[in-house]
DNA sequence: GAAAACTATTTGACATCTAAAGTATCTGGC
DNA sequence: GCCAGATACTTTAGATGTCAAATAGTTTTC
């Protein structure tokens, strides 16, 4: 969870302002800057994983599965949960039969297509999501709250600007090394 | 993973810019901030894991275990390692066991305190992880490249503030709600 | 219309993770 | 010295995660 650091390049001798030193100060900057990312959010999401267990006696992956079929009435595939929750087949599987097995979602035939179903979240599930999300809220904008305003949305437009531009670095090919 | 999004607030009749719009333009910043940021680190996580696995054929866990001692040459706590990866000693206890069985890392008694020891890069160690942070660097900076400089920065900077805010956030104490 | 290729989901083996309980050692006060 | 509590680590049970193989239903191709 924590991508530890690696920053052999002790910057002694300044050198002139060159290519090379310019080009190894890039590379620290990429490093500290994912360490920084990956830092935050772990920070963060601890923290919220520890209310969700103390206040509901549930777990961030329970709750980000609901949270993506209550945006969904007509529910969602397996492969679909997949996608969004950005975690493999079989892990979407066990975490919808857990929730299954205590009445918060349910699996649903497709008449389309007989191999897949559509998961939705029973009336149960949708109350106790309700309460879940607004407590989650309250606690984000605690959070976050001592961030300026402005702050917020220049990360917010960073991240955006970051993300795409990994996604299409991403891309290219899913071998090429280097 | 993913936490996914809550948005329940329609903004229908866009209202006169009171203090009650202000407040949920407010929250509704935070949460997407949050999802954003939780995305983002998903997304590039994911993407350093597979490569780990792909041609190193080890996990992130591992890997970030072995960075942090790398930069500890007189070797960690137990305890160290757990409050700098942020997860559980329980957990630290699992991928040291892991390690050490493969090698690369060895547990060595602490003479002042007979219950700990330290944990230190064997030279096998040393020299895998010397390639693999080599390799990781390569791929963070390609993922990151396509981003300005001076985004980087800001982003890094911002991020550091919320990273200090959130702590400071945390503190005040364990279980106050709302 | 049957074989081949594809797609949706589950299963199995195993690596991470947490929370809580257990074990051993250390420390401070008497 | 001795003992109560703190500290360092491990263990246990169970949830979450991956990857790869298995199953079953769909579509394509000829």
Redesign the interface.
């Known amino acids: ?6 920053r ?1 390049t002790k910057p002694r001798e300044p050198k002139s302002f060159d290519g090379e030193t310019r080009a190894r100060d ?2 620290h ?6 360490l ?13 994983r520890q209310r969700l267990q ?2 509901f006696e549930t777990t ?2 329970r ?6 079929l ?2 969904c009435p007509e529910g969602l595939k397996m492969g679909e949960l997949s996608k ?4 493999t087949g079989g892990n979407v599987t066990g975490i919808t039969d857990l929730l299954e097995e205590e009445g918060l979602v349910a699996r649903v035939i497709d008449a389309q297509d007989r191999r897949a179903f559509r998961v939705k979240l029973t009336p149960s599930g949708q109350r106790l999501f309700k309460r879940m ?1 607004a ?4 606690w ?8 300026p ?1 402005k ?6 437009g ?6 795409i ?6 891309r290219p090919r899913a ?1 090429n ?2």
Do not use: Y
């Open positions: 969870m924590a991508t530890g650091a690696i052999r890039d590379h900057d990429s490093l500290r800057l994912w920084r990312l990956l830092s935050c959010s772990a920070l963060i999401e601890n923290h919220i103390g206040e961030l992956p709750f980000d599965l609901m949270a993506q209550e945006r969004r929750l950005m975690v999300a407590a989650h809220e309250r984000i904008v605690n959070l976050f709250d001592a961030l305003a702050s917020k949305q220049r990360l917010a960073l991240l955006q600007d970051l993300k531009h990994v996604r299409r670095q991403e071998g090394s280097i």
